[in-house]
T-cell receptor, first 115, second 116 residues
């Protein structure tokens, strides 16, 4: 299985809602990532988990809260978002360790709209 | 700090013709270099990477890229474009030095349109 899956595909939420994005991979990868992507722009790194521990937080607002319950799952909890947070949220995974040349495998993304 | 430049926002090419999508980078030392492709409403898909060795790297779907250290470039090429190659292409760089953050730096992206 060489796939990263993400649910839901689309999400519409109000600014007072709480929702979660889910990501799953079964490739044995121990590094997992959340990216935010605006239309026609490159992905922007948000968080990196390595061996289920948060290793990078790119100064992301606290209304985004990541969670890595186990080596296969990655969640992104959303609360009190703003309309400018509307974007495609991509999850990715890769081999962990010192091999920084390992490519990342991306999921199809969750298209988030904040009203 | 590393950076990646994709000087062309848009590349148009006729089907069957060769295509080139340009990428130049700025990073200390020799980097790891990647190309990803993104089809509409999809995530990024890995195409190829340069780690070391042969400067010409072959990847998926007939794509290849040439690492040119003196010009700090890593242009993506395909000898015969297909309409289904139409997509957004991202070049990315990651420095080799240990201790650096595990992050890719992406270029701004190039929209490739292959015309039938």
């Amino acid at each position: 299985d060489t796939e990263v899956t993400q649910t839901p595909k689309h999400l519409v939420m109000g600014m007072t809602n709480k929702k979660s994005l889910k990501c799953e991979q079964h490739m044995g990868h121990r590094a997992m990532y959340w990216y935010k992507q605006k239309a026609k722009k490159p992905p922007e790194l948000m968080f990196v988990y390595s061996y289920e521990k948060l290793s990078i937080n790119e100064s992301v607002p606290s209304r985004f809260s990541p969670e890595c319950p186990n080596s296969s799952l990655l969640n992104l909890h959303l609360h009190a978002l703003q309309p400018e947070d509307s974007a495609l949220y991509l999850c990715a995974s890769s081999q962990a360790g010192l091999e920084v040349y390992n490519e990342q495998f991306f999921g199809p993304g969750t298209r988030l709209t904040v009203l | 700090a590393q950076s990646v430049a994709q000087p062309e926002d848009q590349v148009n090419v006729a089907e069957g013709n060769p295509l080139t999508v340009k990428c130049t980078y700025s990073v200390s030392g020799n980097p790891y270099l990647f190309w990803y492709v993104q089809y509409p409403n999809r995530g990024l898909q890995f195409l190829l990477k340069y780690i070391t060795g042969d400067n010409l790297v072959k990847g998926s779907y007939g794509f290849e890229a040439e690492f040119n250290k003196s010009q700090t470039s890593f242009h993506l090429k395909n000898p015969s474009a297909l309409v289904c190659d139409s997509a957004f292409y991202f070049c990315a760089v990651r420095p080799r030095r240990s201790g650096s953050a595990r992050q890719l730096t992406f270029g701004s992206g190039t929209q490739l349109t292959v015309l039938p």
